[in-house]
């Protein structure tokens, strides 16, 4: 069974940053896909960004809404994925999962919540 542990969420002010972490457990070298969704309340969960084609350098995707802001890498030694948000917004609160596909299944975190408030 994949597991997948976020941390990094927590509160800041607008215009703030956060980087939020994501370890699996299992190589992500060879993952079809890692990424970031998130589910404000009273929403659907949405994309935020994702990474692809591992094996082949990788192919970022990221929403409209966060575009320039926001920031997915990952480190295959560490079997970690991260996101580097910045200048965050009140649009941006909500609980952030972490998504991994691998061998074709898709498995998913249990989010980390970011607020943010003046």
């Known amino acids: 069974q994949v597991q997948l542990v976020e941390s990094g969420g927590g509160l800041v002010q607008p215009g703030g940053a956060l980087k939020l972490s994501c370890t699996a457990s299992v190589s992500i070298f060879s993952a079809d896909a890692m990424g970031w969704y998130r589910q404000a309340p009273r929403k659907q969960r949405e994309l935020g960004a994702t990474?692809?084609?591992?094996?082949?350098?990788?192919?970022?995707n990221y929403a409209d809404s966060v575009k320039g802001r926001f920031t997915i890498s990952r480190d295959n030694v560490q079997n970690t994925g991260y996101l580097e948000m910045n200048s965050l917004d009140l649009d941006d609160a909500a609980v952030y999962y972490c998504y991994l596909q691998y061998e074709k299944i898709d498995y998913w975190g249990r989010g980390t919540q970011v607020l943010v408030s003046s």
């Open positions: 990474i692809t084609h591992f094996t082949s350098g990788g192919r970022e």
